[in-house]
């Protein structure tokens, strides 16, 4: 990594094609997390930026809700292209600005680039005119989205809402996490150099406060989509109610990985390690409560020890590094806090501990952390912690197995590992979750992706996530 990155100043917002000065006027500074330096600095959009944004969408969508399919998937094939174009500058920005590694940063901007390309092939699989009965239906795209992303998946979230959006005929504004600018910027400007026509994608800097706020309860946002904690969703979703948009949220998660007494604990245990502590643990979908077998904890505390200690903690830019630096200040005393709480609530600490890793002291690194004889009342394993902090919970049976997994207010992943695939997915029929593992991470972006309870309303991706952005008209013809 350069560490001589000349300081970036971010003081423009992306309306109706054009990159123009904010009214807003705060400026705030982006800092590496990894070092703790100021890397640039970013003007921030007003609620008179965000009223500018949707005015724009709204008028841009009286035409290009009528485009075709084969207009649509030319523009989404470009964009693909331009952001492929920039991976190595969204790499460079993702490792400065969030503190990913050279691997992570490549793999999230190929998902990004690639959720156009699928969000097009959905588009193209779809029928957007059915007949039922003695129906027509014809599904029409809602409206103007309003997009809220969050920082720990910056690219991919902005992609994927803007592909979905594009799919369905819909124009969009944007409102990306503060803390993601530098990033976001460069993604507005592969949108601009796609050749979008003007007013159909709109980025806006701003406070969830300000921008946020605006976008919540604007009468001319037919539909809210946001990642993000689930206290932001509950406030957006009251502002919403008034003017009865759409709303999907995808939000947190406390994940239940079950392994099963005939799993090979061997690959099991580091699976685990890492289902909780990738993206530094700064994921939704964290595999953070390891369910296994009483009779077997002294076992899995020794593998989670030699897991632990085989997985790096160090800056980005070096080879093998796993886990990087929380994302900002605040992060880091949040879990910080958390694993305080731990320690005070009797859980038994096997790994890692409060303050940084040695040698890391600048910068916002955690040590990667690990109870066991943790029980279900306990802090850790109720709140969504966002960091490398594992919680082990033992079960006797199967069912007491299901029972725990299920005892959240949460339900977006759970995790099985097992030598038999057909006990698994029995399990998984009993999980309430919105996306279950067996065995393994894999990944398949045309299938939906959401979560059960407070882990959110609706999907995304694929099919499924099409469909959240068009809104079924009837026409019944007598003759």
């Known amino acids: 990594m350069n560490r001589n990155v000349k300081i970036k100043l971010i003081d423009k917002v992306y309306i109706n094609g054009e990159f123009v000065k904010p009214d807003g006027t705060e400026r705030m500074d982006i800092i590496n997390p990894s070092t703790e330096e100021v890397i640039g600095h ?59 590694t050279a691997k992570a940063g490549d793999f999230r901007t190929r998902i990004s680039a690639d959720s156009f390309l699928l969000a097009k092939e959905a588009m193209e699989a779809y029928e957007f005119t059915k007949c039922i009965g003695k129906a027509k239906v014809v599904l029409e795209p809602v409206g103007v989205i309003a997009a809220l992303t969050p920082w720990n998946a910056n690219n991919s979230q902005i992609a994927i809402k803007v592909a979905t959006a594009i799919s369905a005929g819909c124009t969009i504004v944007v409102k990306a996490s503060e803390f993601s600018s530098i990033q976001t910027q460069i993604l507005a400007e592969c949108f601009h150099d796609a050749g979008l026509p003007a007013g159909v994608v709109n980025i806006v800097y701003g406070l969830g406060t300000t921008v946020g706020a605006e976008l919540s309860r604007n009468p001319d946002i037919a539909m809210i989509s946001f990642t993000g904690s689930v206290n932001t969703a509950k406030a957006i979703h009251h502002s919403a109610v008034d003017t009865m948009k759409r709303v999907v949220l995808e939000l947190g998660g406390k994940s239940a990985n079950i392994i099963l007494d005939d799993a090979d604990f061997t690959k099991a245990i580091p699976r685990a390690v890492t289902s909780c502590f990738g993206n530094h643990g700064q994921m939704c979908i964290a595999g953070s409560r390891l369910l296994v077998p009483e009779h077997r904890l002294d076992e899995v505390k020794e593998l989670i020890k030699q897991a632990v200690a085989n997985t790096k903690v160090g800056y980005p830019w070096e080879e093998d590094t796993f886990i990087g630096p929380m994302m900002n200040e605040n992060q880091y005393k949040r879990v910080q806090r958390y694993i305080k709480i731990g320690m005070e609530e009797g859980a038994d600490l096997v790994i890692g501990g409060e303050g940084h890793p040695k040698g890391l002291e600048k910068g916002y690194f955690v040590k990667p952390t690990v109870f066991a004889n943790v029980t279900r009342d306990m802090t850790i394993a109720k709140d969504e912690i966002f960091g ?52 393994d991470v894999i990944l398949e972006m045309r299938a939906p992706y959401g979560g059960f309870k407070q882990s959110g309303i609706g999907r995304e991706c694929g099919i499924y996530g099409l469909e959240e952005y068009l809104e079924p008209k009837t026409i019944l013809i007598s003759d």
């Open 42 to 100: 970013v003007v921030l959009g007003n609620e008179s930026d965000a009223r500018k944004a949707i005015g724009a969408a709204k008028e841009a969508f009286k035409s290009f809700s009528k485009t075709s399919i084969a207009e649509r998937g030319q523009m989404l094939e470009r964009i693909h292209d331009a952001i492929l174009s920039r991976a190595a500058d969204l790499n460079q920005a993702c490792m400065e600005e969030y503190g990913a």
């Open 388 to 439: 490398p902090v594992l919680s082990i919970l033992t079960y006797r049976t199967e069912e007491e197995a299901v029972e725990i997994a299920n005892d959240t207010e949460y339900g977006l992943g759970a995790y099985i590992s097992s030598s038999n695939l057909e006990k698994a997915s029995i399990i998984a029929s009993q999980l309430i979750a919105g996306t279950v593992y067996i065995n």
